[in-house]
């Protein structure tokens, strides 16, 4: 079965330092995709990065970049310069080719003014 | 593009009652999904469909549960019988299907179902 694992339920960090969520998955698929979701409270879910497995280089959008090893099967997910509005629950996704989205549990992060 | 659009946003019934949610899509995209989420977990597939088709439904929805998508459109998600462990957060999320897959899912607002 094809699973994620956010090993992270519940972060803070303080505002504008840097914060890594970590995110494994388990899957034989060798063409598969990944994102992170972010979930603020009581607010709809919404796309905050993602990534093709065919490609080394690892997305950047803005201050939020990832860190992509295939082999490990490791996708962490890098918050820099972070914003009071950066609180939220966020979630790792996989996608195999063709088939629905899994989602992780989830790591709840409070930035600290 | 309205975005994904759930009615209603909260429902609150008894036990042993019917419940059914409404899901609009956006217009364009063909591919729509259930979600299922309680507090403080991910989000868990229920089933999904790709037009009209129901594609694949999850081992975890009980024959009290039943989807629909009638004309590729609009998506309507049933619960018979109703039981205080259904209370959770629906979520409706859809997508277009494209050649390339990392089209991400665009959700909806959810339908908050509480069972008394």
């Known amino acids: 079965a094809q699973t994620v694992t956010q090993s992270q339920p519940e972060m803070s960090v303080q505002e504008a330092e840097t914060v890594t969520l970590s995110c494994t998955y388990d899957t034989s698929e060798n063409n598969y995709y990944l994102f992170w979701y972010k979930q603020p409270p009581s607010r709809q879910m919404i796309l905050v990065i993602r990534?093709?497995?065919?490609?080394?280089q690892n997305a950047t959008e803005n201050r939020f970049s990832v860190n992509f090893q295939k082999a490990a099967k490791s996708f962490s997910l890098k918050i820099s310069d972070s914003q009071l509005g950066d609180t939220a629950m966020y979630f790792c996704?996989?996608?195999?080719?063709?088939?629905?989205?899994?989602f992780g549990k989830g790591t709840r992060l409070h930035i600290l003014p | 593009d309205t975005g994904v659009s759930q009615d209603p946003r909260h429902k609150i019934t008894k036990r042993g009652q019917n419940v059914t949610f409404r899901c609009d899509p956006i217009?364009?995209?063909?591919?729509l999904y259930w979600y299922r989420q309680t507090l403080g977990q991910g989000p868990e597939f229920l089933t999904y469909?790709?037009?009209?088709?129901?594609?694949?439904k999850s081992r975890l929805l009980s024959d009290r549960f039943s989807a629909e998508r009638p004309k590729g459109s609009f998506s309507t998600l049933e619960i018979q019988r109703t039981e205080q462990g259904d209370s959770a957060m629906y979520l409706c999320?859809?997508?277009?299907?494209?050649?390339?897959?990392?089209?991400?899912?665009?959700f909806g607002n959810g339908t908050r179902l509480t069972v008394t």
């Open positions: 469909f790709q037009n009209e088709a129901q594609l694949e």
């Open positions: 996704a996989f996608r195999p080719r063709d088939d629905k989205i899994i």
């Open positions: 990534q093709e497995a065919y490609k080394q």
């Open positions: 217009s364009e995209h063909n591919r």
């Open positions: 999320a859809s997508s277009p299907r494209t050649g390339n897959d990392n089209s991400p899912l665009h």
